[in-house]
């Protein structure tokens, strides 16, 4: 039986969400998207690879920054239309520099920061 | 100063995808949608609430099933367009039962089921 990424339930533009998450902390890190060819890639190779809209291009995290995602686990929902990755994350996620994208809380009516970049 | 979820990044559908993360476990739930409207209503009520695309109606999580979201904390990524609520969830979270919906891996090329739904 091998799993085959065609069975998974993509939107209309041929795009799954996915979601990193720290394999080690638990953290939350991201949010991005996948077609099938990046979901075949992120298991082939273990380096998370998303496709990215803007650039229509396939996306290795960290192929730039140095900042990449090796893969721990690889999970889907019961419907089958979003993406659960375990990762090990090297350096920050986020490409402002913080840990993880999610630094911003919303909190007594006010956003706040939770986390400043990294230097 | 206050938060608008006008300000926050919709698709074309008016919809933001929100991943809904145990607080204390740090376990992912689930993935589901909010329109602005959600968004309010889960800031306002501190229940989390998301918008069916299926049925094309509010869904206050747990409304039925009695398997509630409690807002502990609500987050927004970099770009503004997915956010993030830490829960305390009552129940389980999948609506197959199960503790949450990220119940399939696939290792070594297979498929998997992480957990059964709990009777």
Redesign the interface.
């Known amino acids: ?3 085959d990424p065609a069975t998974l339930k993509y939107n209309d533009s041929g795009l799954i ?1 996915a ?1 990193a ?1 720290d394999a080690t ?4 890190l ?2 991005a998207w996948m077609n099938a060819e990046a979901v075949a890639a992120t ?1 082939k190779t273990r380096r998370v690879t998303y496709w990215s809209r803007s650039r229509q291009a396939f996306w290795i995290k960290g192929e730039t920054s140095g900042h990449t995602q090796e893969l721990v ?8 239309d ?1 993406l ?1 990755v375990l990762v090990n994350q090297f350096g920050p996620a ?3 520099g ?1 840990p993880n ?7 007594d ?3 706040i920061e ?1 986390t400043s970049p990294v230097t």
């Open positions: 039986m091998s799993f969400p979601i998450q902390s638990g953290d939350v991201m949010m298991l686990d690889f999970r889907l929902d019961c419907d089958r979003c659960l986020c490409h402002t913080r994208c999610f630094y911003t809380a919303v909190r009516d006010d956003e939770l």
